[in-house]
């Protein structure tokens, strides 16, 4: 017999229990640094070779950078992050609704080619009020994939929107020119929905599921 569980807060998210999905977030917000290649197509799906699933993402590449696939901030010098140093971006993703967010998905900038303007070095911050406070910074760095996709573990993160700022690029990499500039593709998440239930109606299962009801767990109230 599974014990009811009471919890001190009235509301709590949890997870609800169908599988990880490919999130495309609603939008993105380019808080800081500049735009050559306008932010929003790293989220209007505008290089893909095709709508991207969760069951098929890892297949899909990105068409080469164009003001119309590719996002990429205006010049600054031979190395971007050296003396005269650009802005940093900075850019905040609106996940459309509440997700505990496992990973971050990149595609990469190029031109028919591998390219060190690139984004490299990554630090991500998770907000639960849609962007007024953010959590303590996770750091990952992209690897260098031009027209393919990079899966970076973010841990699982609870969220609704998330800051990324692009710390590096891939300036005197070996095997392409560039660095002058930052870009990246397209990225989406991997993360499972989350919603709101009554905390004192909640029941914790063995299995990792959370069951919210009406004073027994059945089917009816499992999620």
Sequence with gaps: MRSPLLLVSVLALVRVAHGDELIT???VT?????????????TNNSGLSGPATIGNYTTITHAPASAATAWVTNASGADYY????????????????????????????HFNAPNNNEAKDFSLQ????G???FSAPVNVTHARTAQANDTLSLGLQNANAIRLTITDNYRDAPGAS????????????????????????NWNDPGG???????????????
């Design 82 to 109: 050296a003396a005269p140093v650009g802005p940093t971006p900075i850019m905040t993703f609106d996940l459309g609704g509440a997700f505990a967010v496992s990973d971050i998905v990149t595609w990469g900038y």
């Design 30 to 42: 380019l808080n800081a640094s500049s735009q050559f290649f306008p932010i929003g197509n790293l």
């Design 178 to 201: 560039g660095g002058d500039r930052v870009g990246l593709g397209e990225v989406k998440f991997i993360g499972t929905p989350l919603k709101i239930a009554e905390s004192s109606n």
């Design 131 to 133: 962007g007024t406070t």
């Design 126 to 129: 998770f907000s639960n009020d």
């Design 209 to 223: 599921v959370t069951w919210i009801g009406d004073g027994e767990p059945d089917n009816m109230d499992r999620v």
């Design 25 to 27: 977030p609603n939008g």
